[in-house]
């Protein structure tokens, strides 16, 4: 008797982001990370063609009813639900990168890492203004715990980033960047040191680079950070609810939504529709209509709102705060996907950056469905 369950795939992973799953092997695939900045307490795992960050780490995870075996030397493996086989995933290996140190002795690893399958992500300065305090920081971030344990360095420098870049496409086929940065004093925002990487990077090797930095003061930098190279820009809401906003990231939350929405504006006109997105964590308190609303009105401009499940990250004030059900994800991804399809706004279309890894949420899955 077939003891394997069919689930489709944007359900599955919506399953397995709000529930986490467990490790028979917790070394299976490449090393994850506990806590720090991007997605933390996860794993990758590739299910149906399309690599997904799983939490592994977190409190949820250790009683998920998903169970994913011991991988062979493939790294394929299955994974059950309450003893029923609902498939194979696999895990990507360890880069070669990884094996590589700067002519300073820091490892690579430290410099940039490899999120879902092909995709280097570096945090360009692991500190930030809105972590010095408890009264500021944003309530789920984490950026500052792996620079405590010696896990990365305080600022990669751009002859760090371009190196490593380099060979991480040479060695395993990274195929577009992530910079991000904790926000430094001034006006800019971050945007001058993630030009400046840029810059760096492009003149090393040929890999499309998103930056993620809050809103700069000044729109100039857009078109300065376009001209160093960068191919997509990301500022991120987060929260979308303003007194929400207020309580989950006090220091944050003092740069209103109505200059995001000027900033977004400005940052289409010189990236492009589509090149421009922004993050939302759903589960957070937002409400299913909150969320949708403000969507509609970013689509509208030619931003692309990348909607992921909010994810506790161990050792931050929101880690017993609960992962959103499954449920509410599909109230939200359905029509989301349907909203971008229609107005031609898709992950496979962003040239660099989270939305089109989309490896932290099920909506490119539902886009996918959509246009199969």
Known sequence: MDNTTFLPTETLINELQSFGARLVDPKAGHESRRGGAGPSDHKALTIDGMTVMVPVHTA?????????????EAGKS???RDGRVLGEVSFPLRPRFYERSTADGIPYSQIAVLHGRDVLATTVLQTCIRYQSRTKTCQFCAIGQSLAAGRTVAHKTPEQLAEVAKAAVELDGVKHMVMTTGTPKGPDRGASILADSARAIKAAVDLPIQAQCEPPEDDIWFSIMKEAGVDALGMHLEVVTPELRERIMPGKAQVPISKY?????????VFGRGQVSTYILAGLGDTREAILDICEKLVAIGVYPFVVPFVPISGTPLESHPAPKPDFMHSILGPLSKMLVDSGLKAVDIKAGCGKCGACSALSSYERMLTK
């Open 60 to 72: 949820p995870a250790f009683e998920s009813p998903y169970l994913v075996e011991k991988p062979d």
């Open 78 to 80: 299955r994974i059950s």
């Open 261 to 269: 929405m000027t900033s977004f504006k400005a940052a289409v006109e």
